[in-house]
Nanobody
Framework: QLQLVESGGGLVQAGGSLRLSCVRS????????MGWFRQAPGKEREFVAA????????TYVDSVKGRFTISRDNAKNSVYLQMNSLKPEDTAVYYC??????????????WGPGTQVTVSS
């Protein structure tokens, strides 16, 4: 059974950094583009970043460009999100998921439990 497990969230002050990890199990990982999404309280889940299966192509929502970096290690079935210069508006539960080959902003499959990121001002 396919599982996604996110980790690495926590409480950090504005301007700080966190590195999120997502481990995928139950299916071959390396051929799927992967993405990170987030959901803030009272808001819909939104796309944050995605990476191609080779790792050579990445895309980000405008609000995190220059601050967040997505990467992956296919040997470890893992995808990461390095978040720098965090802002209070980055506070949300962060999720990873596989994404559509033709539209990286569209998630596929079931969601994992997510990891909470809280940025204090």
């Amino acid at each position: 059974q396919l599982q996604l497990v996110e980790s690495g969230g926590g409480l950090v002050q504005a301007g700080g950094s966190l590195r999120l990890s997502c481990v995928r199990s139950g299916r071959t990982f390396s051929s799927a583009p992967m993405g990170w999404f987030r959901q803030a309280p009272g808001k819909e889940r939104e796309f944050v970043a995605a990476i191609s299966w080779t790792g050579t192509s990445t895309t980000y929502v405008d609000s995190v460009k220059g601050r967040f970096t997505i990467s992956r290690d296919n040997a470890k079935n893992s995808v990461y999100l390095q978040m720098n210069s965090l802002k209070p508006e980055d506070t949300a539960v962060y999720y990873c998921n596989s994404v559509h080959y033709s539209d990286y902003s569209k998630p596929l499959g079931s969601w994992g439990p997510g990891t909470q990121v809280t940025v204090s001002s």
